[in-house]
């Protein structure tokens, strides 16, 4: 099955770098390239490719304004953001905003199309938010979530669930590490955004470091 892959960055060097490591995967396409912010939102919601790669330094229109547009109007496909070493407050605010995790620009062939892949198949980055630095980083953020006013605790099982999902194993690799069925640990994550007041696995991973619970 090929996923068709959205590149938004200004730089053409660095888009014409990823478009050629991505051309060797075989079931990757680039079906477009977008040069800022602004350029991003007109054509998303128009090409509706099933990942989008996505810088957060551009001129006109930032890669956090981008994220928020196009979840504002329902039009925002799974996104990572493409990155560098000196952009942890960003990259947080850009998570927080939607994105499904990140990348750094220095990638290499296997870690970009794995990533894609993952996040193709409705899954999420986060293994790179337990640094140090992205921990340090949660702390000094204001918490913008959106919480149940009393939430109930989270179970063994669910703590000990989150805290796969904060190293970025999937449904199904939980599954096979608990020896549970998938469907148990679906039940299981939707009980823990719940509890956790946020909407997917990102977001949760991002409030249980706010709660020092990963």
Known sequence: MT???CLVDDQNLVRQG?????????????????????DAVAQIPRVRPDVVLLDLRMPNMSGIEVLQAL???GDLPPTIILTTFDDDQLVLQGLKAG???????????QQLVEAVRVVADGGS???PMVTQRLRAGVGRMQN???SLEQPDPLTDRETEILRLLSGGYSNKE????????EGTVKNHV?????????????????????LGIV
Do not use: M, P, W
Request: net charge positive; charged share 25%; glycine share 6%.
């Open 3 to 5: 996923i068709s892959v």
């Open 18 to 38: 990823i478009r050629s490591l991505l051309e060797l995967a075989g079931d990757v396409v680039v079906v477009a390239e977008c040069v800022d912010g602004i």
């Open 71 to 73: 979840a504002t109007r």
């Open 99 to 109: 994105a499904k995790g990140y990348l750094l620009k220095d990638v290499s062939l």
């Open 125 to 127: 980055l986060v293994a």
């Open 144 to 146: 913008q979530f959106t």
């Open 174 to 181: 939980i599954a096979n590490s608990l020896r549970v069925a």
């Open 190 to 210: 939707s009980n823990i955004l719940s509890k956790l007041g946020v909407r997917d696995r990102t977001r949760a991973v991002l409030k249980a470091l706010e």
